[in-house]
């Protein structure tokens, strides 16, 4: 029986698809009957505090940013059901600001008829576009008033490989039925609910929601090439690197240990297109610590896999950790970590017979942000100066020794801590798994 201890890591920052142009978000609120009610008795009406947050957040929001709103309800009044079901236009087209045209539009609207929900993310979807990273955030008192289709269907049709499409939602003084209708909105495109009770946590939660679709993260590191084979593998200083990978490759890099350093690493993958999620779900992922030996520990938790874009929305994460190198039980011949010198980090990208990563990505490298942190090293880690594109090894480090065209296979049992980031959303989330011996 081997014991795995779980490990939590820290990944890379969260990542996304490049983009081009900049961020386009897209309002769509409720202008449906129910939001002439007020908060309280004697309180403010809804729709009226809709339109405050409305007004403030342009007010917030620098001049360039691609906005627009649309308006659902508001126009015909509840029957017949078929016109108040396709009651929503566009308020606002979608560009850059022009506050003063903004605020008469925001203002001239009023409550009245159905809440087409369903109807209401089709066109907003629409008006969004095809390119860039496109945010709709949807602000409702209630559930949609003329299904079929149900709208969380329609967000997943929506936002189906969104890590450049995201819908996140607002429930503005709701009940249960909505509440839950409302999540299941957000949650089906990839993004986020936030409940308002009032006029003031509204608009605080609009601004939120709005100004997180304008960071764009862009991986960041020192660039740097894995090998393809141990014998390949560039050695590495403590720090954060950017690299590619293709569909069925593997990059290796080294890290020199000496007694008493733990080496703790992570990497992120970032899809070159947001199909990949949808369509490359058969492919599979590894990174795995490497031993001077070439092998691969079967009984600690320095191995990690799973699928790298599984999770619609995020760019999904890899981490593992050796124990400390040569100290007390662990510096015993038999034990895994015993000997300082050179280490390895192997990643691995696994294509599906199909080829459903191949045809996903179009065969452009996958791009990769990968950690390094060496624990116990006295006076800090930081990165060594680069050297005509070349990271340097640490001063004093041993020669490492030759390594052969191929290190021998292991089996392979490891924890898995499969890390996930939300794109832009400083989310996370852990999950872990067991690999079974080979």
Not at 94 to 119: C, E, M, W
Not at 326 to 352: C, M, N, S, W
Request: proline share 9%; charged share 20%.
């Amino acid at each position: 029986m081997v014991t795995v201890v779980a490990v939590l890591l820290t990944l890379p920052a969260a990542a996304s698809a490049q983009t081009t142009g900049p961020p386009k978000i897209l309002l769509a609120f409720d202008a449906s009957g129910s939001m002439q009610s007020r908060y309280g008795s004697g309180g403010q009406a809804k729709i009226d505090a809709a339109q405050d947050a409305a007004v403030a957040l342009l007010d917030e929001l620098p001049s360039q940013t691609q906005v627009g709103l649309r308006v659902f309800g508001g126009g015909r009044p509840s029957r017949p059901i078929g016109p108040a079901c396709q009651d929503s236009r566009l308020v606002l087209p979608i560009g850059p600001l022009d506050r003063a045209n903004a605020d008469q539009q925001i203002r001239g609207f009023r409550a009245r008829g159905r809440t087409p929900i369903s109807f209401a993310l089709r066109a907003a979807a629409n008006d969004l576009g095809t390119s860039g990273s496109r945010t709709i955030v949807l602000v409702s008192d209630g559930k949609d008033t003329c299904q079929p289709p149900p709208p969380c269907e329609v967000a997943r049709e929506i936002a189906k490989g969104g890590v450049n499409l995201r819908i996140q939602a607002i429930g503005l003084n709701v009940d249960r039925a909505a509440r839950q209708e409302l999540k299941c909105i957000a949650a089906a495109g990839g993004g986020v609910y936030r409940d308002a009770g009032d006029a003031a946590s509204l608009q605080e939660e609009l601004r939120t929601l709005s100004t997180r679709a304008l960071r764009q993260y862009i991986a960041r590191g020192t660039p740097v090439r894995g090998g393809r084979s141990a014998r390949e593998a560039k050695t590495l200083q403590p720090g954060r690197y950017v690299d590619a990978m293709p569909g069925d490759s593997e990059r290796w890099y080294a890290v020199e240990l000496a007694a008493g350093e733990t080496l703790k690493a992570s990497a992120s993958f970032i899809p070159p297109n947001h199909q990949v999620a949808d369509k490359a779900q058969y492919t599979d992922s590894s990174m795995d610590i490497v031993t001077p030996s070439f092998d691969i520990p079967a009984s600690q938790n320095s191995s990690a896999g799973g699928n790298p874009f599984e999770r619609r929305g995020y760019v999904d994460g890899l981490g593992v950790v050796s124990r400390p190198i040569g100290v007390g039980a662990q510096a015993q011949d038999t034990e895994p970590f015993h000997k300082p010198g050179r280490y390895y980090l192997k990643l691995k990208l696994i294509d599906d017979s199909a080829k459903d990563l191949f045809n996903a990505i179009g065969g452009k490298p996958v791009e990769l942000e990968l950690s390094v942190e060496v624990l116990g090293r006295k006076g800090g880690s930081p990165p060594a100066p680069s050297v005509n594109g070349t990271v340097g090894k640490a001063p004093g480090a041993p020669r490492p020794p030759s390594a052969p065209d191929a290190p021998p296979s292991a089996p392979l049992l490891a924890l898995i801590a499969l890390g996930t980031a939300a794109l832009g959303f400083g989310m996370g989330a852990a999950a872990w798994r067991r690999r079974t011996p080979a």
